[in-house]
């Protein structure tokens, strides 16, 4: 089948590359771990030229053979390629922001083969604490290219910086961030609560349902600075093993977040009902969150697939990049 | 004057050594990196014997000299030496815990010197959510030898480990510990956080005190997984420096800390008002902590000295060391 885009999901960590077909057919995907802090160092040729340049030689690495074959495949990526310290900066799109809004603002980047890569901008969120995401966007409206415009659904996507996003007829209206995930890796790498944790323990879902229940519990109101010492307490009490213990850190900061999130929610739709949850994001981490979201009381939670690369089709397709 | 006791602040990272005379009165301190994490480890000769063993190392440097002028000098320490990965593990005391108890409980080491060094028992709250302490019931007994026993007083120990605790006729009744302090160092140097920041940047009260408001906020109220972003995007929006950061981070966590502290008081102690605070600890993070309590609704708020000292003589009076 003819290939019709090459779409990048461009991370801090990692380089995800699709090569695309008709109605965004995912003939061909690749994993680089090529992210924007980690970009390939050692010198050479690309498009018959010496180069040294990071970005350009990991653009090369994901998708050079690809576009040796097809000279004249549009390329578009998201995420923190974008950012100031990416390839090249492109704007924050204010919220609401929509399909619209987002592919008319495509930041485009001339490349050493001549073709341009055009990268997503963010979202921008201007409250008095301000919020913004880069690469998100582009999940939410992959999502909702399969929910439909008219959906009512809360959009979460767990990972580093969970994301949790309102759509309204399909514009992107208010979300919030919340750093679970780099606080758990934190927490466990750099501070006393690491010392007694197994590191890579297994899926542990008693100690994991332990740390949520304390999270909703009377002790937990108060919020994870005083709870997050009981991750070693309990290690000491010998109620928590060494492989426990990450389990039960995960639990209490997915629960803190959640109950969190729960809040804002009825202080903003008092007395509506918790509304329907769809997850994007890493399987595994999603079947947590599902867990930990039923624990707190969420009745309807769903898994999206293939978010990422359906978001950026109907991106380039919006912008006009595909005949 | 008479030199009558050595006691020993040993923690995690630190070894504060005293010399003591008549009633307490500090002769001679030092201050020594050799905490219990990062002992000596080059051999040399200890009271003529060649030696390795880095807690004998620190011990004979941190007061070999003085023990040379006058070899019968009792030696007591509290702190980190006393857990499972100090010199010798000293039990847990149970809440209630005094004067009394603890002076029971000391953990007897022989040293090279053939003198002993006597630990303090650390202290152990069997709630729920068990809670720990090693060192601070130490300073929490010396600050009660200034205040008497009848005091009221809810007592404060900002650090990495911040501990507050609240003491009935001369007992430890109850404790709580929020992280807070590890938090801010795992957060500014292990996180996206720490990119922008200004590392050793000055205390700027402005920062600060908006770090603490926005804890206080309607926002703040859901806690400080949502509110953490914003030390990034603040500065993203050029509302915060990068010498500005730290100083809002410092004042957001703290503010957390206080306002789930105030609430706590507020379950436990309903229609009373907020209680006098005394804290004890380093100097600098203390009036942060001052500036904070007072946006924070506390009224009194006093500053604590020598208390280790005073806390270490208190116990070696009490369990018979001293002649």
């Known amino acids: 089948m003819q290939a019709q885009l090459i779409a990048l999901d461009w991370g801090t960590t990692s380089l995800r590359a699709y090569k695309l077909g008709p109605h965004g057919l995912v003939l061909e995907q690749r994993m680089l771990a090529c992210g924007i802090m980690q970009l390939p160092k050692v010198p050479r040729l690309v498009a018959g030229q010496w180069c040294d340049d990071g970005f350009e030689l990991a653009f090369d690495q ?20 974008g950012s100031a310290q990416g390839w090249r900066e492109a704007v924050y799109r204010e919220t609401p922001a929509s399909l619209g ?11 050493l083969r001549g073709i341009d890569l055009h990268i997503v901008p963010g979202v921008i969120q201007r409250s008095r604490l301000p919020n913004v995401m880069r690469g998100e966007e582009t999940q939410v409206l992959g999502a909702l290219d ?25 514009n992107l209206v208010h979300f919030d961030t919340f750093m679970t995930g780099e606080l758990f890796a ?14 890579n323990a297994p899926f542990d879902a008693r100690a994991f349902d332990l740390g949520v229940q304390v999270a909703l519990s009377t002790e937990g109101e108060v919020g994870p600075l005083s709870t997050l010492f009981s991750a070693r307490t309990l290690g000491l009490t010998g109620e928590l093993s060494a492989a426990e213990q990450p389990n039960y850190l995960s639990g209490l900061l997915i629960g803190h ?6 809040t804002l929610l009825r202080q903003r739709h008092a007395g509506s009902e918790l509304p329907a949850i769809l997850l994007i994001g890493n399987p595994q981490l999603c079947i947590r969150y599902r867990r930990a979201l039923e624990a707190c009381g969420f009745a309807s939670v769903s898994l999206a697939e293939q978010a990422t690369e359906r978001g950026l089709w109907q991106l380039a397709l919006a912008a006009g990049l595909l005949d």
């Not at 994901?62 to 390629?81: K, N, S």
């Not at 809004?101 to 490349?111: A, D, I």
């Not at 790498?189 to 590191?199: N, S, Y």
């Open 62 to 81: 994901a998708c050079g053979d690809w576009l040796d074959t097809c000279a004249q495949l549009p390329v578009i990526a998201c995420g923190m390629v």
């Open 101 to 111: 809004g987002l592919s008319s603002s495509l930041q485009r980047v001339g490349t």
């Open 146 to 170: 399969v929910l439909g415009d008219d959906s009512r659904v809360l959009i979460g996507l767990p990972g580093s910086h969970s994301k949790w996003v309102q759509v309204i007829a399909g």
């Open 186 to 199: 934190a927490l466990s790498e750099h501070t006393i609560l690491g010392r007694t944790q197994q590191r």
């Open 257 to 262: 977040e959640l109950a969190a999130l729960r």
